[in-house]
């Protein structure tokens, strides 16, 4: 069955950086669109980025902080993340395999297969 583990998380300081992966199995990244998602404690979860054949998205809230990529070679999905700010702790999860190409990149119905999440905790 198709496997997407998130890693990287952690806990860092304002200002900091961190590299999510998403790592995949029985499912080919190169292939398929792609996202990272997030939810913290008490919100809903929202749209962070995402990529498609020669396309990438990003919310308001991320650009020109973070940085989607997808290594095809190790079938392995990123995202960099620069000059972190509290309000972006959160559970943030990969998502991948767009069934639903009619729903635009931040709606999680576009995809088809997710990853557990793995933590992102940023102090003041």
């Known amino acids: 069955q198709v496997q997407l583990v998130e890693s990287g998380g952690g806990s860092v300081q304002a200002g900091g950086s961190l590299r999510l992966s998403c790592a995949a199995s029985?499912?080919?990244?190169?292939?398929?669109?792609m996202g990272w998602f997030r939810q913290a404690p008490g919100k809903e979860r929202e749209g962070v980025a995402a990529?498609?054949?020669?396309?990438?998205s990003y919310a308001d809230s991320v650009k020109g902080r973070f940085t989607i990529s997808k290594d095809n070679a190790k079938n392995t999905l990123y995202l960099q993340m620069n000059n972190l700010k509290p309000e972006d702790t959160a559970m943030y999860y990969c998502?991948?395999?767009?069934?639903?190409?009619?729903?635009?990149?931040?709606?999680?119905?576009?995809?088809?297969?997710w990853g557990r999440g793995t933590q992102v905790t940023v102090s003041s």
């Open positions: 990529i498609n054949v020669g396309s990438t």
């Open positions: 998502a991948g395999g767009c069934a639903n190409l009619d729903r635009p990149w931040y709606e999680g119905l576009r995809y088809t297969y």
């Open positions: 029985r499912f080919t990244v190169s292939n398929y669109c």
